[in-house]
């Protein structure tokens, strides 16, 4: 018998939080800011999707040839995952 348990998407706070453990080895433009940002507009978002938006804001970057992640990198990756 399997037992499935659904569990609720993240808070703001907590996005936050997730946003912060999958950032920490990415170079943040202004991070404090740019967290809570992301945070506030990825409502709906999972863990695995936060993970991969900081993973894919990451090469955005790198593709634009930016030393840091820039809050418009983060904000169209909001828009794409």
Same mark, same amino acid.
Request: aromatic letters at 0%.
């Given at each position: 018998m399997l037992i499935a348990s659904q569990l609720s998407l993240p808070d703001e706070e907590s996005r936050a939080h997730i946003l912060r453990v999958h950032s920490r080895k990415t170079p943040l433009e202004d991070a404090d800011e740019t967290i809570s940002k992301v945070a506030a507009a990825s409502a709906g978002m999972s863990g695995a999707e936060l993970a991969n938006l900081m993973n894919e804001a990451a090469i %955005? !970057? @790198? /593709?634009? %040839?930016? !030393? &840091? @992640? /820039?809050?418009? @990198?983060?904000? &169209?990756?909001v828009i794409s995952v």
């Open positions: %955005g !970057a @790198v /593709r634009e %040839g930016h !030393a &840091q @992640v /820039r809050l418009s @990198v983060c904000n &169209q990756c």
